[in-house]
Nanobody
C-alpha cells in the first residue's frame, strides 16, 4: 500500500534553511505526483510545491517561489523540499501527499488538495529567533 513519511522538520532561525524529505512507497514506477503542503495553527492547509515524478515538472505557491525548491530522486523514491531564507510565517506542520497520475513527462503537475489521495502524518517546522 502507499505510504508517505516526512522528516527533517525542526527549529530554525529566520533566514535559515531546512530540507524536508518525503519517503514514498507503494506507487507503481513513476506514475504519481507528490506535493508539499503546510498548515499553520488556525489556518487552512495550503499547497507549497508540486512535482510530476515521471517528468520532473514543478509548480510552486507564490509565497515560496524563489525560496523553496522541490526535487525528486526516483531511484531512492524520495522527494525533497529545500527551504531557504525561512520566515516566521513559514512556521507550520508540513505534509507530503501523493496521488497516482498518468501525465506525460512534460505535464505540469496538479496538486489540488482535494485530489491528493495519500498523506503523510507531517513534520513540524518552527521559524523563530
Amino acid at each position: 500500500q502507499v505510504r508517505l513519511v516526512e522528516s527533517g522538520g525542526g527549529l530554525v532561525q529566520p533566514g535559515g534553511s531546512l530540507r524536508l524529505s518525503c519517503s514514498v512507497s507503494g506507487f507503481s514506477l513513476n506514475y504519481y505526483t507528490i506535493g508539499w503542503f503546510r498548515q499553520a495553527p488556525g489556518k487552512e492547509r495550503e499547497g507549497v510545491a508540486c512535482i510530476n515524478m515521471r517528468g520532473g515538472r514543478l509548480t510552486y505557491a507564490d509565497s515560496t517561489k524563489g525560496r523553496f525548491t522541490i526535487s525528486r530522486d526516483n531511484a531512492k523514491n524520495m522527494v525533497y523540499l529545500q527551504m531557504n531564507n525561512l520566515e516566521p510565517e513559514d512556521t507550520a506542520d508540513y505534509y507530503c501527499a501523493g496521488k497516482g497520475s498518468f501525465e506525460t513527462m512534460y505535464s505540469v503537475p496538479d496538486c489540488g488538495i482535494r485530489g491528493m489521495d495519500y498523506w503523510g502524518t507531517g513534520t513540524q517546522v518552527t521559524v523563530s529567533s
